[in-house]
């Protein structure tokens, strides 16, 4: 789960991490309210998204008296921020963080994410911070230091030396930047985070480590660890469809406006497949849907009625494996999606394991418009076909 830059703040003040004093506005009111409280200038007016790359966008921009602060606000709320990982569709900015203006000196970046090849937490760091990380990552990867950690012995102090000496950072600063590094594996720890990224962290004039940005991903898998976590929840910058999927327990993700096809698959593994064969089909998955193999028939009826309320869905592929998730449920939820709904796109099946005759016949036997499929091959082909004409 995504949070807000000013919410991942206020989690980063709890644990010691220094940063600009702020507040965040939903209106121009609210922005200039902030302005005067932090009571100098200049300060910065910041687009509050989950996405990275809000300056390059126009989301973030300095103001230099109250006049400005109202109306950069003006400009940012209610506008739609286009960024590199926003996609063209880009994302309705509903609210700014209005923080104090720092004489930046330096900026690095920093970011704390597990990686799973070495069973370990990574800290990467470089000197090269702020907007044009990726292309460093990209053209000078040497650029950017990574520091391995057990998780089983946690952050010594010889990773906070190896990660402050990696930054060439000036002694009267090392102290104080090896207790902030601590305090922010403490929280990513705590929060069982899966990604925790400071892009800038800055050195400032009077040589103070500050973290400018702040960004934080928790696995959705321990929220019921953190319920003050669930309070910071935007709905708004979640994909509708995928909001409602988790309304009843189903694995859904949008892929993006470009795919044709729908897919409904019990399983993970089954689900990569099949996205994988539509595509060497000509087509392209629309989304993912894993049901799950202890699936009932009104979630494979509400996995059904997400699919077909996708506009871009040109065609739906059902492929079930029957297990857990018998076949003869499986068409009984199909019948009942399509009974309540109206099926108005061509919808593939293919189905094997227990119950399976029973399922064709459930289906056969409904009236409904519905291809069947003799393998994962030939319902590819078909769908295919349909979604394309």
């Known amino acids: 789960m995504k949070i807000h830059e000013y919410q991942a703040k206020e989690l980063f003040k709890k ?6 004093e702020g507040s ?3 209106n121009q009111d609210d922005a200039k309210t902030s302005a005067e409280k932090l009571g100098g200038f200049p300060v910065v007016v910041k687009a509050q998204i989950h996405a990275g790359g809000r300056g390059k966008g126009g989301g973030v921009k300095l103001a230099g008296s109250l006049e400005e602060v109202e109306k950069t606000a003006s400009e940012i709320i209610g506008m739609t921020l286009v960024t590199h990982q926003t996609g063209p569709e880009g994302r309705l900015v509903k609210k700014v963080l209005v923080e104090q203006g720092l004489n930046i000196v330096k900026e690095l970046y920093l970011s704390i994410i597990p990686d799973r090849q070495t069973a370990s937490n990574v800290i990467m760091a470089s000197e090269a911070g702020g907007m044009d990380i990726e292309e460093v990552a990209e053209k000078t990867p040497e650029k950017i ?25 000036p002694a009267p600063i090392i102290k104080q930047f090896s207790g902030m590094l601590k305090n922010l594996y403490n929280l990513f720890i705590d929060y069982d985070c899966s990604l925790l990224e400071i892009n800038p962290l800055v050195i400032t004039g009077d040589d103070t480590v500050v973290a400018l940005d702040a960004k934080m991903d928790i696995d959705s898998n321990s929220l019921y660890r953190h319920k003050d976590i669930l309070e910071y929840r935007d709905f708004d910058e979640e994909d509708p469809l995928e909001v409602e999927a988790s309304k009843y327990n189903l694995n859904y993700i949008n892929l993006g406006g470009s795919g044709n096809v729908g897919n409904m698959v019990n399983g993970a593994g089954l689900a990569m497949a099949t996205m994988d064969i539509i595509m060497l089909a000509g087509a392209k998955p629309a989304n993912f849907l894993d049901v799950g193999g202890g699936a009932d028939a009104e979630m494979v009826e509400n996995g059904f009625k997400i699919l077909l309320s996708d506009k871009n869905v040109k065609g739906i592929l059902i492929n079930i494996f029957g297990g857990i998730l018998r076949c003869d449920v499986l068409a009984q939820g199909v019948v009942q999606a399509a009974e309540k709904t109206g099926i108005n796109i061509p919808v593939v099946v293919r189905m094997e394991g227990t119950n399976v005759e029973e399922g064709r016949k459930i289906l056969a036997d409904s009236g409904l418009n519905l291809t069947t499929a003799t393998d ?14």
């Open 145 to 169: 230091i990574k520091v391995h950690i057990d998780p089983l012995l946690g952050i010594q102090a010889y990773h906070l030396r190896a990660v402050a000496y990696g930054l060439n950072l």
């Open 376 to 389: 994962i091959k030939d319902a590819a082909q078909k769908i295919a076909e349909f979604a394309n004409a």
């Open 15 to 20: 644990y010691k991490v220094p940063i600009p």
């Open 24 to 26: 965040v506005a939903f």
